[in-house]
């Protein structure tokens, strides 16, 4: 929802970015802009070296996507458009060497991205159906694929779906886990569990052992909290989960 029109240099450049990342085009101007600053923005930094990529693909319904910029390679997470000025952006910051797919509905442009970086793709069994993914991820306990990152198998959304932990405090969580401002909490989406809603609530409660600050969801809102706060709004998640059939 618009409730004014961009007023000043730092609210347009975010209305500029929104225009970039809206995955179906939707956002537009009355008159010519210069796109070069909210361009130049992406990937946007969300904390440390990890950040938010924008760019978002219909392919995708709209689902966020994230790179993670490291010495051992470059991470990215889920998939944006195959964007020309992301693409030269990414490029320009060293690639990418891997991509991690939380799960088959937000894979969107993954094979130009593979064609152009020669990223390795990572998909568990249960989703890789149709996609040529090098590394195929079984089984529903957890896989360390390094020292940083570890794949927590989360069924519910989908029978593969897979979230993404990277060191001890950024969650990558699909379409398993985000924040709702209505419920001032955790939150995941019924009316999107396509595989099992029980199964859902049930792999949640895999994240408990996790220590995390972020929740970085392909939809939905992104969470913040203390590792400690963020444990508890889980348990509320969990609580609530079960009442909801």
Not at 49 to 78: E, W
Request: charged share 25%; glycine share 6%.
């Amino acid at each position: 929802m618009v409730y004014h029109q961009p007023d000043n240099g730092e609210v347009l450049k975010r209305a500029e970015m929104a225009l970039l990342a809206c995955p179906t085009g939707s956002i537009g101007t009355r008159s010519k802009q210069d796109l070069k600053p909210a361009i130049a923005a992406f990937p946007e930094l969300v904390e440390d070296n990890v950040y938010f990529c924008g760019y978002a693909s219909p392919n995708s319904y709209g689902a966020a996507s994230y790179f993670i910029q490291r010495p051992q390679g470059n991470v990215l997470v889920d998939s944006p458009r195959f964007a020309k000025h992301l693409v030269k952006r990414l490029q320009e910051i060293g690639g990418i060497a891997t991509m991690f797919l939380t799960h088959k509905d937000d894979i969107a442009d993954h094979q130009k991205f593979h064609h152009h970086f020669g990223c390795r793709r990572i998909i568990h069994e249960a989703d890789a159906r149709g996609i040529e993914a090098e590394d195929i991820l079984d089984g529903d306990e957890t896989i360390e694929l390094d020292e940083e990152l570890a794949a927590v198998p989360v069924p519910g959304h989908t029978r593969g779906h897979v979230v993404l932990l990277y060191r001890d405090k950024f969650l990558f969580s699909g379409d398993h886990l985000a924040w709702s401002d209505n419920r001032d909490g955790l939150i995941a989406f019924r009316s999107v569990a396509w595989y099992s809603w029980r199964e859902q609530t049930q792999s949640m409660k895999k994240l408990l052992n996790l220590r995390f600050e972020w929740v970085l969801p392909g939809h939905g809102r992104r969470a913040h909290l203390p590792a400690n706060d963020m444990r508890q709004n889980l348990v509320h998640c969990i609580e609530w989960m079960k009442k909801v059939s």
